[in-house]
């Protein structure tokens, strides 16, 4: 079956579908044919990101306030009373040495990067039958401060690959398979700074460790996003897959 006969007439759900890596992811899919609910926190970013495409549907929500998941749930089933995939896009990064790091952004990173796809997946399973879930962590999981130092923002992404594991375990039964991302440096809005002049020096420091000699783009990464979603991956579950032009082997 090709991508376009699967995916028409699917609903999927992207958090931080309202910019870079899971904007482009929203476009893809809704180009393939399927709904898209794109959920992401500024106005304007949902905005444009609805302009791209009339299978695109958005909902505003701040995943850094606790306690207001069944709020978001409801609307969500005002689009669709049917899920078939789900993607944790929604991310955020504080740097800063461990020694001095604050709590209250910890905290926020694990709300946004990690808590809130636990909470929205478990809250959402009740009307997806079977499907596929991705979540996005990153190459800061395995090799500690790439950029800037940042203890809780790899420790945000760590958890995610801890816990796509145990619900690939988990849910294998439900037919829902599990898998996590593992972007390195990709050009998108997270990273504006880095790619600044002020950052050229570090940049270049950065990619020479890159077998592939560049930053990746969010397009690049949907690709993957949605070849885990399809039924081309119809066997992948629990998998970690590097998107990061190779950073991993050196
Ligand atoms: N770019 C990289 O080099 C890189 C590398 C490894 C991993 N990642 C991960 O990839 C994912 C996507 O990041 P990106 O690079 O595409 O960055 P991005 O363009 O800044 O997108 C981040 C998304 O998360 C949403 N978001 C942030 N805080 C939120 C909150 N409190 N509530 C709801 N939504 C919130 C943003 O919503 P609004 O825009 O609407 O505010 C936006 O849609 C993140 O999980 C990030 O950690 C990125």
């Known amino acids: ?42 106005k304007s970013h949902l905005e444009s990101t609805a302009l791209l495409h009339k299978n695109i549907k958005t909902i505003q929500h701040d995943f850094s306030e606790s306690g207001n998941i069944e709020h978001l749930v409801d609307k969500i089933r005002q689009f669709s009373c ?23 952004e910890l905290r926020k990173m694990e709300l946004v990067n990690v808590e809130s796809g636990f909470e929205l997946l478990q809250k959402i399973l009740t009307f997806m039958k079977e499907g596929s879930a991705v979540f996005v962590s990153s190459i800061d999981a395995f090799f500690g401060a790439v950029n800037s130092p940042s203890s809780g923002y ?33 050009k998108t809005q997270m990273t504006d700074d880095f790619f600044s002049e ?11 460790r890159v077998p592939l000699r560049r930053a990746g783009t969010a397009e690049e990464v949907a690709k993957l996003i949605v070849f885990l979603l399809s039924d081309s991956a119809s066997y992948i579950t629990g998998d970690t897959i590097f998107i990061d032009g190779g950073y991993h082997v050196r």
Not at 28 to 40: D, N
Not at 83 to 100: N, R
Not at 198 to 208: D, G, P, T, V
């Open 1 to 42: 079956m090709n991508d376009l006969e699967y995916f028409k007439g699917k609903t999927y759900i992207i958090t931080g579908g309202s910019s870079g890596i899971g904007k482009a992811s929203s476009l893809l899919l809704a180009e393939k044919g399927a709904t898209v609910i794109s959920i992401g926190r500024t």
């Open 154 to 186: 790899a420790l945000s992404k760590a958890a995610v690959i801890g816990l796509v594991r145990a619900l690939a375990s988990e849910l294998g039964d439900k037919k829902i398979r599990v898998n996590a991302v593992v972007p390195g440096l990709i």
């Open 82 to 104: 049917c899920i078939d995939g789900f993607v944790h896009c929604a991310g955020v990064i504080y740097t800063e040495p461990f020694e001095t790091f604050r709590m209250h």
């Open 198 to 208: 002020a950052f050229a020096e570090e940049r270049q420091k950065f990619l020479k």
